[in-house]
């Protein structure tokens, strides 16, 4: 299993507000490939069959900022290159518009997105022992997907679409944010992430464990842009799964840094600690399960 590159299960559920929860559902079922856990009124959970990867509430009069901090995209990361192969096939099969398609060395990937513009990420990983350091800095790129040797991987296969593998997790989130310092600093510093590389003065990645990268920070579209309204569509929160005795530190970490840096500590909630980075993202940090 390539996914074995994971240490444990870092990134949770992605919570976005959409403004079609039917429209949305039937996408992110039928043409991406996940499976409805839970559907109530104007909100629905779905995933890969195991955890909740992804949260939607419907808002249909919710804002639509122009220029403002949120999500890049989340990204699904896949068990097998295999599975990426199937998941290019249905994609193509069902006529769903790609965006972009790259390999960047560690990883191999598809990008999408929703019917509201939310960045989707669909990758597998290579094996850790293939990717390559430079002066302590993960070597990344983003090269042409070499898409006929990955579709080499599924010829034959009459096996019908079923949806994303079993097994399939929220390997990273990427962020728009306003000012890359401040928004590394406050992932590196406060909730205790490490940087694995940076792209110039407008991107940097950032992992626990070793990983390539559980978040992505960049500004792109975003350099100086402001939070976007509350209650607007996009990004609600995303959730972070890290031991007790870290939530802990970070609690400590997050009141000082709300004092001296201008991190946004918001009330505790039963699930979590809620924070919002200095670009305004939410983020929820809660305990792993044993």
């Known amino acids: 299993m390539e996914t074995g590159n994971l240490p444990r299960s870092v990134v949770g559920p992605v919570a976005l507000n959409v403004s079609d929860l039917a429209r949305s559902v039937s996408f ?4 991406l490939g996940l499976r409805v856990h ?4 104007a909100s629905a959970a779905l995933g890969a069959g195991g955890e909740d990867l992804l949260l939607l509430e419907e808002r249909p009069d919710a804002p639509r900022p122009r220029r403002a901090t949120g999500l890049y995209h989340f990204a699904l990361l896949v068990p097998a290159r295999r599975d990426l192969a199937r998941a290019l096939r249905h994609l193509s099969a069902a006529r769903v518009p790609l965006q972009g398609a790259a390999d960047h060395l560690v990883s191999e990937a598809l990008y999408l997105a929703d019917p509201d513009g939310n960045g989707i990420e669909i990758y597998r990983d290579r094996p850790r022992a293939e990717w390559v350091y430079d002066g302590g800095r993960l070597r990344m ?3 042409p997907l070499d898409v006929e040797g990955l579709l ?3 010829e034959g296969d009459g096996e019908p679409w079923q949806g994303l593998a079993p097994g399939t997790g929220m390997g990273h989130v990427h962020l728009r944010v306003s000012d890359l310092a401040a928004a590394e600093a406050f992932y590196r510093d406060v909730l205790g992430f490490d940087l694995t590389t940076r792209y110039g003065s ?3 990645f950032l992992s626990r464990g070793g990983y390539h990268h559980h978040l992505g920070l960049n500004t792109w579209e975003s350099q100086g842009a402001p939070a976007p309204p509350p ?6 929160t995303f959730q972070l799964h890290l031991p007790a005795a870290e939530v ?8 000082a840094a709300a004092g001296e840096r201008g991190f946004l500590a918001a009330p505790e909630a039963r699930d979590g600690l809620l924070l919002r ?3 305004g993202n939410a983020v929820r940090v809660a305990e792993q399960s044993a």
């Open 231 to 236: 209650g607007a569509l996009g990004l609600h």
């Open 141 to 143: 790129t983003t090269d």
């Open 38 to 41: 839970r559907q109530d009124g």
């Open 202 to 204: 407008s991107a940097a």
């Open 152 to 154: 080499g991987e599924v």
């Open 28 to 31: 992110y079922r039928d043409a």
């Open 248 to 255: 802990s530190r970070i609690r400590a970490a997050a009141g």
């Open 277 to 279: 980075d200095p670009a």
